[in-house]
């Protein structure tokens, strides 16, 4: 007996969609709790403000405003999803999944879903894997949605994280097309460096604390960063492998038009820019510095605001890639989607 | 290869110049990088990059933080190719 496959067709992002919290804190507010200056914080990460989600502004609530923006901008319901994939690694249920949470409340409750972590490389793990869905014929159209609530999960007195990470959510819409419009990834890891980034203690230390000492010496699991290690992982491996992202998909810096990296700091997006000597012709997405870092959610957020101010940029060639905690990454070329 | 203090303080000027835009005339083996140069965390993560590749060493993350001095990163580099 022999079983039977399915085989799809290419793919392509047909929109982008996004949700940013209404609240923008500018570095004026945060300064006093880590002792620093807005010029401190300008000059080391371009970041001036930052969105922070309220109460009422849950993964799940920021989620399912992204993915409405992006399903309308794709002239779609939530029916003509067969997937969806969530990047977050701040969804705080160890189970089930925030996808579910966010199919049964938009009204496709059986779709296929889950969320993957892959913190600030989510999305664009999630962008590889919906492409390979499609082409396998695993599934027709994909919502691929990147999300983030760090504020859940950052101590505001914290001199190395406090000014950087922010909240919000992007997501598309992926799906068949006859050309193709996702290139090859370029992905792995860097677990030797594991540590450089950590959301620490684990729930069961932090149950156990609590059963052995008072309440006071518990400690939440908050983010922490090696800066300066992970600006050099960043600035100097990922430059490669955006390179090599680019160089799978058979093009040149000179062939692209947009460069979307993770938006992690000013200052490696611009030192990757100069190591990866990207003409003056590629518009480079810098819409952290006004939005924060926002991990999974920040690369179709930077996208939605690349679009925004440049639409000329619609249906042309973008390279992103992705970079976080594990070390892991993942890079593709992307055509962007057309105008809605 | 074995290198020269000289030469290892000569290439270090011109990195230090080309990274956070300090002449290079300005820059001696007694001077601090962050409190006299006001070379911060992250450009000196870009100058210990460029003196790896210049000079054919490694520098470990955890060891830039004692480089303070430009002839501490002189002294380093010397031993490290020695």
Sequence with gaps: MV??????????????????????????????????????IVQRTGIESRRIAGADESVVDMAIGAAEQALLRAKLTIKDIDSVIVATITYPHQAPSAATAIIQRMGNPTAAAFDISAACAGFCYGVAMAHDFVRAGSAKKVL???????????????????????DGAGAVVIGETSDAGIGPVEWGSDSENRDAILMNPSWIDMRDTETQLTKADVKWPNITQEGQKVFRWAVFSMSKAALKALDSAGLS???????????????????????????????????????????????????DALLAKHPELHGKLALLIGYGAGLVYAGQVVKLPPKP | ?????????????????????????????????TDDLEVDSLSMVEVVVACEERFGVKIPDEKVTDLATVGDAVNFIVNAAA
Excluded: C
């Excluded at chain 1, 914290?158 to 922010?166: G, N």
């Excluded at chain 2, 290869?1 to 080309?18: F, P, T």
């Design chain 1, 144 to 166: 691929v949605i990147g999300v983030e609530k760090i504020s859940d999960f950052t101590d505001p007195t914290d001199r190395a994280t406090a000014f950087i990470f922010a």
């Design chain 2, 1 to 33: 290869m074995a290198l020269s203090a000289a030469d290892v303080l000569a290439g270090i000027k011109e990195i230090v110049e080309e990274v956070a835009g300090i002449p290079a005339a300005s820059i001696e083996l007694d001077k601090n990088f």
């Design chain 1, 3 to 40: 079983i039977k496959t399915k085989s799809g067709s290419e793919s392509s992002i047909l929109s982008v969609g996004v949700y940013r919290p209404s609240r923008l804190v500018p570095n004026s507010e945060i300064v006093d709790a880590i002792d620093s200056s807005d010029e401190w």
């Design chain 1, 253 to 303: 810096v000179h062939q692209i038009d947009a460069f979307i990296p993770h938006q992690a700091n000013v200052r490696i997006i611009e030192t990757m820019a100069k190591e990866m000597k990207l003409p003056d012709s590629v518009i480079i997405a810098d819409d952290i510095r006004t939005n924060g870092n926002t991990s999974a959610a920040s690369i179709p957020l930077a996208m």
